[in-house]
């Protein structure tokens, strides 16, 4: 097996197994081989997660926030060092072309890492002058902190979560998808290596039961998931009856509008990204593509000369383009999609099926699928299908485009190319989707926060704001005269 972790779990500073839970495997989407075969965490694991997390978050709360800041960094010195090894490991463990896991994954990861370790040191609170009496605040860690992470970015949510966390001086145990285990046990040897303590960050495997367990944990504070609508609201009913902390990362179905004065190139390229990259697996993908009319047979024309060129292959060869979907599940999900469209009366511009690799006759590959003529009443144009499938949808005017971009219950993205700089701002500003671009899409820069808004999600990761989701405030009180009383 070639990508077998030491064992399954990281704890309390080490590797951990649990025998007696239901073995799983990871398999290389690519061969369909088994790279590694992993135990689920049994009850006495999660508690043995849960006490060691508890004595860790004490010692860690209580590191003058610029030491943690500075080992944070020295963790995102260790993903860069081991970039290439940890990009291999994610090529195998999600089938992601190394093309991209080079520059998305861990370097992200890194990116978030540094940028939460930048800020701790930098965190202050607030004095409030109430005339003699003040008050002040202070900013204080929630305590054991869940992440539980999909399986499209394992080792970049990885960070997304880990970071601020810790760099409010929580301990975090995360369970990444059961279908992608591997990455953030990296994550947890480095952090550990940086001088992260023992128990700080524990990496709990299983599935949605295991997760569930760490959700309603009483020990627990706060729980951050990215991953499906259904599974979020099964998580908010769980975190809400148990009154816990939570950020929810959910899908979408995001809009992306190019208006008529659009730079044709510009806005295929962006197309292609918000679709094809990682074969389509990214919550913020705009799928569903409003074109102007009078720029629509232009834009697929373009669009389908482009695409023809995408190399589809061996994900570990540098020079393709387009790696298989991460499991046969999601494969089958996605060909019904396609039929779906197919029956639904939507024209096929390009792909339409399964795609053929020579050398990976057993791998999960679709092509690069684009659908025109699209209605919004038709399944494609409304449910997420987290594949490479496109759907582009013709509008005539600013007004009815927002209007239809909006009439979703997703709200996670949005894209808008024009060279008008009035339109630009005035669409974004009438859009409901936490995340935008304007002549760009998909770029996630730390700095920036991201999220979703209606059903695809509840809180922000990255950014200043990511703060206010790992921490808590304390205002405090100070009486600097006598005290008044009835009686
Ligand atoms: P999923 O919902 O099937 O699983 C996500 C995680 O939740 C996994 O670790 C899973 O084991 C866990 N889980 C499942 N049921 C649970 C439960 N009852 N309690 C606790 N945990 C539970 O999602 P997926 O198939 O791994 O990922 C794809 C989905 O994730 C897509 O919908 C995509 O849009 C979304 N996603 C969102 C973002 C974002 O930042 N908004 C990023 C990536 C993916």
Redesign the pocket.
């Known amino acids: 097996m070639r990508a077998q972790p030491r064992a399954s779990h990281f704890i309390g500073g080490g590797y951990v197994e649990s025998p007696n839970g239901a073995a799983f495997d990871s398999l290389y989407p690519a061969t369909g081989d088994v790279i590694a075969r992993l135990h689920a965490a049994d009850d006495l694991t999660i508690e043995a997660a849960i006490s060691t997390a508890r004595e860790g978050q004490k010692i860690w709360a209580a590191t003058p926030a610029a030491e943690r800041g500075r080992i944070l960094r020295r963790a995102a010195e260790i993903l860069r060092a081991n970039n290439r090894a940890l990009s291999e490991l994610e090529t195998l463990d999600t089938g992601k072309p190394l093309q991209e896991t080079l520059i998305a994954d861990a370097a992200s990861g890194a990116d978030c890492l540094e940028y939460f370790g930048n800020l701790a040191a930098t965190l202050t609170s607030e004095h409030i002058d109430l005339g003699g009496s003040f008050a002040y605040t202070r900013r204080e860690p929630l305590g054991i902190c869940v992440g539980?992470?999909?399986?499209?970015?394992p080792i970049q949510?990885a960070c997304w979560k880990a970071a601020p966390a810790l760099a409010c001086g929580n301990a975090m145990i995360f369970?990444?998808?059961?279908?992608t285990p591997l990455s953030a046990l990296k994550l947890a040897e480095a952090l550990l290596e940086a001088g992260v303590p023992a128990g700080v960050f524990n990496v709990v495997q299983?599935?949605?039961d295991?997760?569930?367990k760490?959700?309603s944990h009483p020990a627990v504070a706060k729980v951050s998931?990215?991953?499906?609508?259904?599974?979020?609201r099964?998580?908010a009913g769980?975190a809400g009856s148990n009154l816990k902390h939570l950020t929810l990362?959910?899908?979408?179905k995001s809009p992306l509008i190019l208006f008529e004065d659009a730079h044709l190139d510009n806005a295929v390229s962006a197309a292609i990204n918000a679709n094809f990259y990682s074969s389509g697996q990214?919550?913020?993908n705009g799928t569903r593509v409003f074109v102007h009319r009078s720029l629509k047979e232009a834009f697929l024309t373009r669009l389908a000369e482009r695409t023809a060129n995408a190399v589809l292959g061996d994900p570990l060869d540098e020079a393709t383009n387009i790696g298989p979907l991460v499991s046969k599940p999601q494969l089958d999900k996605v060909l019904g999609y396609i039929e779906i469209g197919k029956t639904e009366g939507a024209r096929l511009v390009c792909g339409g099926g399964a795609a053929h690799v020579a050398a990976f006759p057993q791998g999960w590959f679709v092509q690069p699928t684009v659908f025109a003529d699209v209605t919004d009443d038709m399944r494609i144009a409304r449910e997420?299908i987290?594949g490479p499938v496109m759907s582009v949808l013709d509008f005539d005017s600013e007004d009815e485009v927002i209007a239809r971009a909006n009439a979703t219950e997703f709200g996670?993205a949005a894209g808008v190319f024009t060279r008008d700089i009035q339109r630009a701002h005035r669409v974004i500003a009438q859009l409901a989707a936490g995340t935008c671009w304007i002549n760009a899409y998909n770029l996630t820069p730390i700095e920036m926060p991201?999220?979703?808004m209606k059903s695809?999600?509840i809180g922000r990761?990255n950014g200043h704001t990511a703060i206010g989701h790992y921490s808590q405030v304390k205002s405090v009180y100070v009486e600097m005269g006598d005290v008044a009383a009835a009686f």
């Open positions: 539980i992470g999909a399986w499209n970015y949510i369970k990444p998808s059961e279908v299983g599935a949605g295991v997760g569930a760490l959700v998931v990215t991953g499906s609508v259904p599974t979020g099964k998580v769980l990362e959910l899908g979408g990214i919550c913020s997420e987290f996670l991201f999220g979703g695809s999600g990761e």
